[in-house]
């Protein structure tokens, strides 16, 4: 996993925080102390003390005054699916973050049953969703399920997250909905980004705030991060033609038959996980394939083959906190698929087919 500089100074702060040498309301270090004894850029500072404030173990009033949150400590995780899931904290923490769900997927996306009930018997500030095209799921909600999840906001007055940064890439048909369209109280907050249609090192995106636009400027204002001008003119001006529009068409395109040729392969190489099932589900647009290898599969000798062959496929629990997703892998389609990588599929499939079951 990549390490970044900011972790050189972070990590002893989170451990400090952790053992109780840091206590709430405690003042940080400025940037300016942090660069000069770590000898770090104004930038890896700063980027250092967002990650913390993201994980709720600081607060920041400007982008040069930190202090300890009064909520540093987790008290429970509450999963409502890979698609939906809720992180709870004390009742004296302001927000709530959404993490990997470990329940099993059910057919609709969402276990609405369970999250109703931990809305009922629990503070719950905000919800984090991707209904289009999840990943690594690649599950879509329906339009149902999506109004369905709305009214359940409404009804605890609960922000949405709605994260929609593969809502563009569906194959065929409409482009699906978002949450945000059932919206007529400002409680969804949508956003997007253009790194997964133009190009990944723009680092450029979009909100559409509700009620909540005021709050999310000033934290903007508060991080301290700009935007580059250059990269933000350029997208104006490309949304604009209908080159843009043409590109996605084309784009779809070639998504969708990459992820067909590794769907036909999957199946075709792999051992089913049960008579009735595929190893992998063609996906409806998105960037990754979820599939399942039969439970008795050795997993460690799975994955090393993988490696020695120059695979990449990633395992489940990787998306989990526990093991209900040790059989599952996902595959990303997103570069091109030659077929050298096919035939390389179909020698691992032949291997784990003879020796790789326990």
């Not at 104004?42 to 009033?61: A, E, I, M, N, P």
């Not at 907050?189 to 636009?213: C, H």
């Not at 096919?342 to 032949?350: C, P, S, V």
Request: contains cysteine.
């Amino acid at each position: 996993m990549k390490k970044y500089k900011y972790e050189i100074f972070t990590a002893k702060l989170e451990e400090a925080i952790e053992k109780g040498h840091l206590q709430a309301g405690d003042a940080l270090p400025t940037v300016r102390a942090i660069k000069e004894t770590y000898q770090l850029s104004t930038s890896s500072v700063q980027s250092g003390y967002d990650y913390l404030v993201f994980k709720g173990l600081v607060k920041s009033s400007t982008s040069i005054i930190y202090w300890i949150s009064s909520c540093n400590h987790p008290t429970g995780y509450y999963c409502c699916r890979k698609s939906v899931c809720i992180l709870r904290f004390g009742s004296h923490c302001p927000f709530a973050f959404a993490c990997t769900g470990d329940s099993p997927t059910p057919k609709g996306g969402i276990r609405f049953e369970l999250l109703k009930k931990m809305c009922g018997q629990h503070a719950i500030k905000a919800l984090v969703v991707t209904p289009n095209f999840h990943n690594p799921t690649g599950i879509l909600l329906t339009e149902e399920n999506k109004e369905k999840l709305y009214q359940l906001a409404v009804q605890y007055q609960m922000p949405i997250l709605e994260n929609d940064i593969y809502g563009d890439l569906y194959f065929q048909g409409e482009r699906p909905i978002n949450i945000k369209n059932f919206d007529t109280r400002g409680l969804v907050l949508t956003f997007s980004s253009f790194s997964k249609t133009v190009a990944p090192g723009l680092r450029l995106g979009w909100l559409a705030a509700g009620k909540y636009f005021a709050q999310a400027e000033r934290l903007k204002f508060a991080l301290g991060r700009s935007v580059s001008p250059l990269n933000q003119e350029v997208i104006i001006r490309l949304l604009q033609l209908p080159s843009y529009d043409k590109h996605l068409r084309i784009f779809r395109q070639n998504l969708e038959r990459q992820a067909m040729q590794l769907v036909r392969q999957f199946n075709a190489s792999f051992p089913s996980p049960s008579p009735d099932a595929l190893t992998v589900q063609a996906p409806k647009g998105g960037y990754s394939i979820w599939g399942q290898l039969p439970a008795t599969t050795d997993k460690e000798a799975f994955y090393t083959h993988c490696t020695s062959l120059g695979i990449s496929l990633t395992p489940g629990e990787t998306f989990s906190f526990t093991t209900a997703y040790e059989s599952n892998f996902r595959a990303v389609y997103a570069q091109r698929i030659t077929p050298e990588d096919l035939t390389l599929i179909k020698a691992l499939g032949d291997q784990l087919k003879i020796t790789m079951y326990r």
